[in-house]
T-cell receptor
Framework: ETGVTQTPRHLVMGMTNKKSLKCEQHLGHNAMYWYKQSAKKPLELMFVYNFKEQTENNSVPSRFSPECPNSSHLFLHLHTLQPEDSALYLC???????????FGDGTRLSIL | GESVGLHLPTLSVQEGDNSIINCAYSNSASDYFIWYKQESGKGPQFIIDIRSNMDKRQGQRVTVLLNKTVKHLSLQIAATQPGDSAVYFCAENPGYSTLTFGKGTMLLVSP
């Protein structure tokens, strides 16, 4: 158990669907992150939240919409995705920028 | 070994051998470094970290070495076990708010 739980673990959706990914951390961290992991590429940072405030949006298309209602929960709302968005989406949390980030096991997303 | 941005290399070792995984980082301003292990179907798992005021740090069966002169980081795993088989990647904090990750090295351990 990493203390970071992501649901669902797998998601298949069509390009016109709307779905949401959920992340919950039980570590008392104040920062939460969304990453995209594609085959043979480094982790790509998407969004950063500190104390529920978005502090970084790494030029992510608007079809990805994050939401952080409190320091323990993070969502990624998906709408009108493209086939190239198929990837493993990872959530992480940390106490701060110079502290280890702890990851969930990700949501494997497939866009049909 | 690994450099941020290059193809995923593979290191094959026998059970019981010592493994050394390398990482070349790019930003001389980076002051914090982490090694992660990622097994198939799982998220990255924190192994060990080191700050730039140190050149060596030891954990349980793992040692991280930092050479700031040549911007090189290595992870040494003692008495490698089949359960150590995974992708290992390093991350650096260049002083911004977030970490920069490498692509990783695949470690394959044969019984």
């Amino acid at each position: 158990e990493t203390g970071v739980t992501q649901t669902p673990r797998h998601l298949v959706m069509g390009m016109t669907n709307k779905k949401s990914l959920k992340c919950e951390q039980h570590l008392g961290h104040n920062a939460m992150y969304w990453y995209k992991q594609s085959a043979k590429k480094p982790l790509e940072l998407m969004f950063v939240y500190n104390f529920k405030e978005q502090t970084e949006n790494n030029s992510v298309p608007s079809r990805f919409s994050p939401e952080c209602p409190n320091s323990s929960h993070l969502f990624l709302h998906l709408h009108t995705l493209q086939p190239e968005d198929s990837a493993l989406y990872l959530c992480a949390s940390s106490h701060g920028s110079n502290q280890p980030q702890h990851f969930g096991d990700g949501t494997r997303l497939s866009i049909l | 070994g690994e450099s941020v941005g290059l193809h995923l290399p593979t290191l094959s070792v026998q059970e019981g051998d010592n493994s050394i995984i390398n990482c070349a980082y790019s930003n001389s301003a980076s002051d914090y470094f982490i090694w992660y292990k990622q097994e198939s179907g799982k998220g990255p798992q924190f192994i060990i970290d080191i700050r730039s005021n140190m050149d060596k740090r030891q954990g349980q069966r793992v040692t991280v070495l930092l050479n700031k002169t040549v911007k090189h980081l290595s992870l040494q795993i003692a008495a490698t076990q089949p359960g150590d088989s995974a992708v290992y990647f390093c991350a650096e904090n260049p002083g911004y708010s977030t970490l920069t990750f490498g692509k990783g090295t695949m470690l394959l351990v044969s019984p």
